[in-house]
């Protein structure tokens, strides 16, 4: 399996553009885009709201199955993720997810708790803690590897998932 994650863009349809122009199965936009629902730069998503998107339309969450793995997609402002994941884990138990996919904090990083895969992309627009801008690239086959990218579609980061 290999999916791509974005969060928090802003406004910024180019960057959604090159990103979801990439190879994988599927496309996540965990929030903030800031783009009507309806957007065509976002029709290929997996989309939900973030406390940006005014538009009614979009989701508070998404849950879908991609190759066997039950992901949870939400933006995260909803489960107070910049202060801990517990809420978010919880709602990852009652959904009985494998992996987690929000953003909110403009921080890039990758956890596993319990079996659960958490995954924020950081943001490709406004990032923060002096990061670059990055979204995610999640390949799972045997072993989930998760990596961050820049908008020049470099490396920023590769974890492995140890003990899944």
């Known amino acids: 399996?290999?999916?791509?994650?974005?969060?928090?863009?802003?406004g910024d349809k180019e960057t959604v553009k090159a990103v979801s122009s990439l190879p994988a199965e599927a496309y996540f936009h965990c929030g903030d885009s800031e783009l009507?629902?309806?957007?065509?730069?976002l029709v290929s998503m997996f989309r939900v709201g973030?406390?940006?998107?005014?538009?009614?339309?979009?989701?508070?969450?998404?849950?879908?199955?991609?190759?066997?793995k039950k992901i949870l997609a939400v933006h995260g402002h909803e489960h107070n993720v910049k202060s801990s994941l517990m809420e978010l884990y919880y709602r990852a138990k009652e959904k009985d997810a494998d992996i987690v996919l929000f953003g909110h904090s403009h921080l890039y990083g990758a956890e596993m708790k319990d079996g659960i895969l958490f995954i924020n992309p950081?943001?490709?627009?406004?990032?923060?803690?002096?990061?670059?801008?990055?979204y995610a690239v999640l390949e799972w086959d045997e072993?989930?590897?998760?990596?961050?990218?820049?908008?020049?579609?470099?490396?920023?980061?590769?974890?492995?998932?140890?003990n899944v």
């Open 1 to 10: 399996m290999k999916i791509i994650v974005m969060s928090d863009n802003h």
């Open 36 to 41: 009507s629902y309806d957007d065509e730069t």
């Open 50 to 68: 973030g406390n940006c998107d005014v538009d009614s339309k979009y989701p508070g969450e998404v849950v879908t199955t991609i190759k066997g």
């Open 122 to 134: 950081g943001s490709t627009m406004l990032p923060r803690g002096g990061n670059p801008a990055t």
């Open 143 to 162: 072993t989930p590897i998760v990596t961050f990218k820049n908008m020049d579609h470099t490396v920023v980061e590769s974890i492995e998932i140890k």
